[in-house]
C-alpha cells in the first residue's frame, strides 16, 4: 500500500474531493445496499441464523486493500479506491453492529450476546490500507524522485503495475 500510494498525488485527492459523487455514491451503496442486498439474498434463500449472520456480516465489511491494488492495475481510479477503503472503514464502526445486531434480532440463533471487536478492525484496516497509502503519498509530495524510482523499482518486481 505504501508503493502504491508513491503513485498517488494531492491532485488526485483534490480530484476526488471536488466531484465527491462517486465517493459518496459509493460509500452510501457499500454502507447500506450491499448488507441490505445480504438480508434479501438470507431471506429468499431461507437461510440459517448463523449463514444469514455471517452473510450479513461479510456484506457489511468494508473493502479489503488488495481492492485498491487492483483498482490501480486496472488503470482505475485509484483515488477513488483509497478514499472509498477509508471512508468504509470509519463508517463500518457504526454500520456493522447496526446491521449484524439486526441481523441477530431478524434472524435468532439464541445468541443473547455477541460481542464483535469493529473498532479494532477498522483501527487494522486503517493502518493496514490507507495509512501507508498516505504516507506514499507524503513521500511523492516531499520527494517525488525517490516515490517514482520505489514505484519503479515496485513495478519491476511485480508488486505494482507500471505507473
Not at 66 to 89: C, E, H, I, P
Not at 134 to 152: D, E, N, S, V, W
Amino acid at each position: 500500500m505504501f508503493a502504491l500510494g508513491t503513485t498517488l498525488t494531492i491532485a488526485d485527492l483534490k480530484s476526488v474531493m471536488r466531484r465527491p459523487r462517486g465517493l459518496v455514491v459509493g460509500l452510501l451503496a457499500h454502507t447500506f445496499v450491499l448488507p441490505l442486498l445480504a438480508f434479501g439474498v438470507v431471506t429468499v434463500l431461507g437461510l440459517s441464523a448463523p449463514m444469514a449472520a455471517g452473510l450479513v456480516l461479510i456484506a457489511a465489511c468494508p473493502a479489503n486493500p488488495s481492492v485498491n491494488l487492483f483498482t490501480y492495475l486496472a488503470r482505475g481510479d485509484t483515488m477513488l479506491s483509497v478514499a472509498l477503503t477509508a471512508g468504509a472503514s470509519l463508517i463500518c464502526v457504526v454500520s456493522i453492529p447496526l446491521f449484524l445486531n439486526t441481523a441477530f434480532r431478524v434472524f435468532p440463533a439464541g445468541h443473547t450476546g455477541v460481542s464483535f471487536p469493529v473498532l479494532p478492525a477498522a483501527l487494522g484496516l486503517f493502518l493496514v490500507s490507507t495509512l501507508p497509502a498516505m504516507c506514499g503519498m507524503f513521500l511523492r509530495h516531499k520527494r517525488p524522485q525517490i516515490a517514482r524510482a520505489l514505484a519503479a523499482q515496485m513495478g519491476k518486481l511485480g508488486l505494482i503495475g507500471s505507473p
